[in-house]
Structures are given as structure tokens and as C-alpha cells.
């Protein structure tokens, strides 16, 4: 057998030279990147979908800075979906298909729904999905002890003001100060409920220039899935509750399985964003480049707790290892962004990355 050795490299073998700048400030630096071709953020930062790491508090927490957070897969597809739900809820000019109780509910029905999903107040609709009302936590704080169901506390709708789905966002910002409201709900023309608008939603989206949301102002999110078939249920059921970019979760991405996954999500889901990995050669990302992948993650036993390399005695340092995955993707004639997953241990060995691609922490 023939064995064949060369020089890796890892962040700690290389300096960068520096030259001539014309930034008079580190205010003027710009550190947006790209996740993959549709998903922009504003600090090439994501966290790891580890169980340790990243649910929704931490991706919200992300995505408000600038990056992403991606949501472990080690938990049921159901508690996924709601984690993923609560990110894309926590910040939007307009939330679609707001929480709603019928007018019938007890108090105490519609009290453990606000507590279930952490929020402030529900629409009241009935069952043609018209408004009805509003109910909010003030409404129910000092309700006397004859009042029982929803009804007899709301305010009815014709005390609410509503707007149409062709509002702006200045429009509703006046509309909710003019009138001093919480809550707007969004009503079509057939009289349906299709969205909400509150104060502390519009607050949050003029406060939050720099972070990572989506075309209706809501934080992207991302999930990890694995290779299984049964996983393909999991994509579909993250897909749907607005997952922006699933990420394959598994230690060796050049693994038949790992593209023929990313073969079928691809086929499926034609329009779903895949982060494929981990990978750390050239044939590997061009392999998960050519089967569909949208970025390709890098990186084989670099992180300061991963043990794969001592377990298992593979691994290329990082450096080397980004260097020949980005050559990878290039032979693949395509142009998709490289996550550099782990090795990083100083803000110098971010900067030090090659080529410019977000890191996952």
C-alpha cells in the first residue's frame, strides 16, 4: 500500500501579511458574509446545532446579532418545529397566523394557551376564522369571578381597530401610536384573520438593523436533520413551520448516505437551502456541491471537544482542510459558500479563514 504524506496546515502555522489600508476605523469594517446564495447575514457567525449549544433562545439571541443559530435535531420532530416557530415569531413587522381561541373558551383555556406559547394576547375568532375579538392578559389579570369564557372579557371587534395585508409598516406603526394599541390584527377582504401586528414587534424590527430576518422582517433559523429516510418527514415538517436553511447532521458528510440525502431533500424540496458536511478534502465538497448542497461545512475533528480525531485517527488540520474544500467546489463548477466548523480559538483565526465564509461556533 502506498502512503503518501503532506503538509496540513491549521490556523496557528499562518500569519497574514499586512499591507496598505484605507479603513480609518474599525466602525467602517464590514463583516457580512453569505450562508448560501439566499440567506445574508450580517456577521459570519453561526452556532453549532449541538443539544449544549443552540435551541430557540440561543438562535434568537443570533440571528438579532447578525448570524444564525441552527436547532439541534435531539428532540422530537413536533418540539423541533415549535422551537422553530418561536424564532420566526420572536421579531416581524407582521406574524402570519396568529395564536386565536374561540369566543366558547374558558379563561382558564385561553390563560394556559398564552403560557404555552408565550405571548401576550390571542385573536378571538370563530369558526370561519372571522374576528370576533381581542383577549389579552390584561383582560383576564382582574376579571371578576362570573366571568368565565373568553366572551364575556374580551373586547369585541367592534371596539378593534384592524388593518388590511397591504399595510406598511410606517402606516401601522402611526395606526398602533395614534390609537395607543398593542395589538393590530390583519384581516383580508373576505373578513379573515391572516396576520398580527404589535408594538413590540415593529420596536424590534426598527431597533434591529443589523440583524439576520428574512423577506417579511422575521429572524432566520436554521435546523439540523439527519441522514436517515425517516428524516426526510423532518425536513418536510421544518420546512413548513419556516425553517430558512436545514443542516445535515453528521460527523463524515462523504458518506453515500450524507449525498443521497442531499439528492433527495434536493429533489423534494427544490426550493429548501441544505448545508451539507462535514467534509474536509477536495473530492468530499465537490461530491456534496455536485449532489445539490447550497454551502458545504469543513472540518473533521477541530473543535476544542470534538474527539473524532483521537477516537478514530482521521482529520486534516483546518486550514489545509478549507483550502482543499474550497478547490472542491470550484472543480464542481459551481460557487457556494465554505463553513468553517471548529478549530477557531482567537479572533485572529477567524480572520485567517480562506476563503471568506462564515464560521460555526
Avoid at 440567506?39 to 443570533?62: G, K, Y
Wanted: hydrophobic share 45%.
Amino acid at each position: 500500500m502506498e502512503i503518501r504524506a503532506r503538509k496540513g496546515l491549521t490556523f496557528d502555522d499562518v500569519l497574514l501579511i499586512p499591507k496598505r489600508s484605507s479603513v480609518t476605523s474599525r466602525q467602517d469594517v464590514n463583516t457580512s458574509s453569505w450562508l448560501t446564495a439566499r440567506i445574508p447575514l450580517s456577521i459570519p457567525i453561526l452556532s453549532a446545532n449541538m443539544d449544549t449549544v443552540t435551541e430557540a433562545a440561543m438562535a434568537i439571541a443570533m440571528a438579532q446579532s447578525g448570524g444564525i443559530g441552527i436547532l439541534h435535531r435531539f428532540m422530537s420532530v413536533d418540539q423541533q418545529v415549535r422551537q422553530v416557530k418561536k424564532v420566526k415569531r420572536a421579531q416581524g413587522f407582521m406574524v402570519d397566523n396568529p395564536y386565536t381561541v374561540s369566543a366558547g373558551a374558558t379563561i382558564a383555556e385561553a390563560e394556559e394557551m398564552m403560557d404555552q406559547h408565550d405571548v401576550g394576547g390571542l385573536v378571538v375568532i370563530n369558526g370561519d376564522n372571522r374576528l370576533v375579538g381581542l383577549i389579552t392578559r390584561r383582560d383576564i389579570l382582574l376579571a371578576p369571578e362570573e366571568m368565565r369564557t373568553v366572551q364575556d372579557v374580551m373586547t369585541p371587534a367592534a371596539q378593534v381597530i384592524s388593518v388590511g395585508p397591504s399595510v406598511t409598516s410606517g402606516e401601522a406603526r402611526s395606526i398602533l401610536y395614534q390609537h395607543r394599541l398593542e395589538k393590530l390584527p390583519v384581516v383580508s377582504q373576505e373578513g379573515s384573520v391572516i396576520g398580527l401586528i404589535t408594538s413590540r414587534d415593529v420596536a424590534k424590527v426598527e431597533h434591529a438593523s443589523r440583524a439576520a430576518v428574512d423577506d417579511k422582517g422575521r429572524l432566520h433559523v436554521g435546523a439540523a436533520i439527519g441522514v436517515g429516510e425517516k428524516e426526510l418527514g423532518r425536513a418536510e415538517a421544518l420546512l413548513a413551520a419556516g425553517a430558512d436553511v436545514l443542516v445535515l447532521d453528521i460527523a463524515h458528510g462523504h458518506a453515500d448516505h450524507c449525498i443521497e440525502m442531499v439528492k433527495q431533500i434536493r429533489r423534494r424540496f427544490s426550493q429548501a437551502q441544505i448545508v451539507a458536511g462535514n467534509v474536509a478534502t477536495r473530492q468530499g465538497a465537490r461530491d456534496l456541491a455536485e449532489a445539490g448542497a447550497d454551502a458545504i461545512k469543513v472540518g473533521i475533528g477541530p473543535g476544542s471537544i470534538c474527539t473524532t480525531r483521537i477516537v478514530t485517527g482521521f482529520g486534516v488540520p483546518q486550514l489545509t482542510a478549507i483550502m482543499d474544500s474550497a478547490a472542491g467546489v470550484n472543480d464542481s463548477g459551481r460557487s457556494l459558500p465554505i463553513i468553517a466548523d471548529g478549530g477557531i480559538k482567537t479572533s485572529g483565526d477567524m480572520v485567517r479563514r480562506w476563503p471568506p465564509a462564515p464560521i460555526q461556533s
